[in-house]
């Protein structure tokens, strides 16, 4: 069969259509599957190992970047939080810290110690204040033991790499079938 000319200008027009769309598909279809397949187990993960909620709710799909002369494709999975004294918790839980000092965040000798009311007035912590074991504890600083590196998102990120990438591929294919052959 030879094809028409009229067959011939459908085709280049599911053509046009089909490089238009495609990498605004990839895009898409990748991050909603990183989300479903990736995202969803490092927070699944980090709530079995007892992270902070407010850590693995701000595990995100931060970007998706595709080489359209290459067809890589690169996702950016982040998680933030921060605490008041800009001290990133977030990357302490996955890499984890050594012993450290902490203190209270406003507290400063010389306002105590030259005016010891001024530290009250203006609402000033002068301690750390916790509750251990039912009784009420008290500290102007002290060392802590640091936390264990727990490398959730690498590992997962590794452990569910070809299932996204065979998922992806299904998925761009099946499109690609759709838009070419419709």
Not at 53 to 81: P, Q
Not at 103 to 120: F, K, N
Request: charged share 30%; proline share 3%.
């Amino acid at each position: 069969m030879i094809p028409d000319k009229q067959w011939v200008e459908r085709y280049r027009n599911r053509l046009r259509r089909y490089e238009h769309l495609r990498l605004d598909f990839l895009k898409t279809k990748t991050t909603e599957l990183a989300n479903k397949i990736v995202v969803d187990e490092i927070r699944n993960e980090m709530e079995k190992a007892g992270v902070h909620r407010k850590i693995w709710e701000s595990v995100v799909v931060e970007s998706v970047n595709i080489d359209s002369n290459t067809g890589s494709i690169k996702i950016n999975i982040h998680a933030e939080y921060f605490a008041e004294s800009g001290f990133d918790v977030a990357s302490a839980r996955e890499f984890g810290t050594v012993d450290h000092f902490i203190q209270p965040l406003r507290y400063t000798m010389s306002i105590d110690r030259l005016a010891p009311d001024v530290a009250d007035r203006y609402g000033l912590p002068k301690a750390l204040s916790w509750i251990q074991n039912g009784v009420r504890r008290f500290s102007k600083g002290h060392w802590v033991s640091g936390l264990p590196r727990l490398n959730i998102i690498e590992k997962t990120i590794e452990s569910k790499e070809v299932e996204l990438q065979e998922r992806i591929n299904e998925e761009y294919e099946n499109w690609k079938r759709v838009v070419l052959h419709s």
